[in-house]
């Protein structure tokens, strides 16, 4: 049926070549969901698999020197779960773990991680790789849904249960009884995998490693390739979270991908429904569409007054490190980490932000704290970029799109210059005229440049100008200007009164023929402004610079007049 207000047609595109997810996999459904009513109050264990998953969708893998890097980086910055190889897949991940065991490299809180499918000599090679760490988990995997079993594995789901089976005893050899040694299993493609066959292998494997609370077993539960919208990833992982045997022995942990670019949507409400353990990379680096980011998910928590329990206050050097050592840049855009993300060009935008900050600044000086330590609450700044390690510099740019409070803002703040609020249109419209014509952005010196060409030469160098100039106050309320009066016709001496030195300036103006009405005089450090009606029509406005305030406004009014 084609609706009136929607009047888009059917498309070319051949969608009926693919199912609906309903249609792969069943999803049980309670009727007492628990997780759209979830909170989440705490962060999970966050897992960064950049050195493994990450490095494997990379053009160019990490060598040693660039994983020691992004390693220590991670350690830095708090995470205590770290993947750190697939030691069976190549010589220079066996050569990196390798490395980390022999050189000290592993801080005594940090566990690492290592990847192994359910093969056994892969798994004796993973061993040899971690033989002298005195913590590690081992983590396998095998892919279990009908796809995979059916077109890459060639194996029924008996089958499958038995090399996964015999793979786990293998382990349990290979560790014996090291206390620092513990398992991991992933199901790949969890999430196109039946319910019942994940019990079955999750629960057998809680069984034969004989988990407990104080040796759990961690179950990853992968959304290997995104097939459907994040609500139905988190029914996915209540079940498993409700239905898993000796639960209080498990971590329930996910890997969501991002192939719907829903990843950090899965990811958040996966912990909803009770996930307690999140891998995914820094900026979202892996295969295809990328693993859920984790800077994302630490620092959504982190806007929301959720201690993220690791620590992103200099982002701009975590995001240098990542690009140098994956190769790839972190778009401008990205959340919380990319160069533009705090910019504001919009002048709707601008202008919020800019009160934004004032009210900051006015909220923090009547809680007589510093305006670091004060509750956040600015207009399209959902968190303050300095507590990302970011500077105000970057905040408000002005291009052609810009309005008022952009230009202000950063004349206020890059050179003390505070505009008059009702002067701020008349600048802005300077400056759009600028950017219009050039296409680009204006700096905050090109913006102090411009108001100094429009503004300070029409003091002094414009049709009426002062040769000379006094004022006497001959009373209470009542003063004289006098002065010598240039135009570009002629010169007179000229003098006026009124009961400031302004308002006696606009009488002495007047009467040599540029009938002058003050409508708003103020100043700003050394900088005065003016705005002036002239001749009963035209309105403009004028700024000037001098050594003395008084001197400052006198040529605040001349800029107004000649401008006007």
């Not at 034969?208 to 029914?235: C, F, G, K, M, Q």
């Not at 609450?377 to 740019?397: F, K, M, N, W």
Request: net charge negative.
């Amino acid at each position: 049926m084609t609706l009136l207000w929607n009047p888009q047609q059917p498309s070319p595109m051949p969608y009926h070549r693919y199912r609906p997810f309903q249609e792969r996999v069943h999803v049980p459904v309670p009727d007492d969901r628990g997780w759209p009513a979830a909170r989440i109050e705490r962060a999970p264990l966050w897992v960064p698999v950049d050195l493994r998953d990450g490095n494997q969708a990379l053009a160019e893998p990490m060598d040693t020197p660039r994983k020691r890097r992004f390693f220590d980086l991670l350690v830095r910055l708090g995470f205590k779960e770290v993947e750190v190889g697939y030691p069976s897949a190549s010589r220079t991940d066996f050569d990196f773990v390798r490395h980390l065991a022999t050189d000290g490299a592993v801080p005594g809180d940090v566990t690492p991680v290592v990847f192994t499918p359910a093969r056994r000599d892969l798994i004796d090679r993973t061993f040899e790789a971690i033989e002298g760490m005195p913590r590690a988990v081992v983590h396998l995997y095998i892919a279990t849904s009908p796809v995979w079993r059916e077109v890459v594995l060639r194996r029924d789901r008996a089958e499958v249960w038995r090399t996964v089976r015999e793979a786990a005893e293998h382990m349990a050899r290979r560790a014996q009884d090291a206390p620092g040694i513990r398992f991991q299993f992933s199901p790949e493609t969890y999430n196109l995998t039946e319910p019942d066959f994940v019990l079955e292998l999750c629960d057998g494997l809680t069984g034969l490693w004989d988990a407990s609370p104080d040796r759990p077993v961690t179950h990853n539960l992968p959304a290997t390739v995104e097939i459907a919208t994040p609500n139905v990833y988190a029914d996915q992982i209540e079940y498993a979270h409700r239905h898993l045997a000796r639960r209080d022995s498990v971590i329930l942990s996910v890997h969501p991908h991002n192939d719907r670019g829903t990843g950090v949507a899965c990811a958040e409400l996966a912990v909803l429904a009770g996930a307690q353990r999140v891998e995914g990379c820094l900026f979202g680096n892996g295969e295809r569409t990328g693993n859920v980011d984790l800077v994302t998910l630490a620092l959504n928590l982190f806007a929301q007054g959720v201690d993220p329990m690791v620590d992103f206050g200099d982002i701009d050097t975590v995001r240098e490190t990542v690009e140098a050592c994956n190769r790839l840049p972190v778009h401008p855009r990205h959340p919380y980490a990319g160069e533009l993300v705090h910019t504001a060009f919009s002048g709707t935008h601008q202008d919020a932000i800019s009160k934004g900050f004032e009210e900051h600044a006015r909220r923090a000086a009547e809680l007589a704290v510093p305006e670091s330590r004060a509750p956040w609450s600015v207009p399209y700044l959902p968190v303050d970029p300095a507590d990302l390690g970011r500077s105000y510099e970057a905040v408000i740019r002005v291009n052609s799109q810009s309005g008022k409070g952009g230009s202000a803002y950063l004349l206020r703040t890059h050179h003390g210059i505070d505009l008059p609020e009702r002067m701020r249109p008349e600048f802005a419209r300077l400056v759009q005229e600028v950017t219009d014509a050039s296409g680009r952005e204006a700096t905050p010196k090109e913006l102090y440049d411009l108001f100094r060409a429009a503004y300070l030469p029409c003091g002094t160098d414009g049709e009426v100008r002062l040769d000379s100039w006094s004022v006497h106050e001959e009373g209470p309320g009542r003063h004289r200007f006098v002065c010598t009066l240039r135009t570009a016709d002629r010169t007179g001496d000229h003098e006026g009164t009124g009961p400031g030195a302004l308002t006696a300036l606009a009488d002495a103006l007047t009467g040599a023929g540029y009938a002058t009405e003050i409508l708003e005089a103020t100043g700003s450090g050394p900088y005065a402004f003016a705005e002036c009606r002239v001749n009963g029509t035209t309105t403009a406005w004028g700024a000037a610079t001098a050594s003395s305030p008084l001197a400052a406004s006198v040529g605040a009014v001349l800029s107004a007049v000649n401008r006007a």
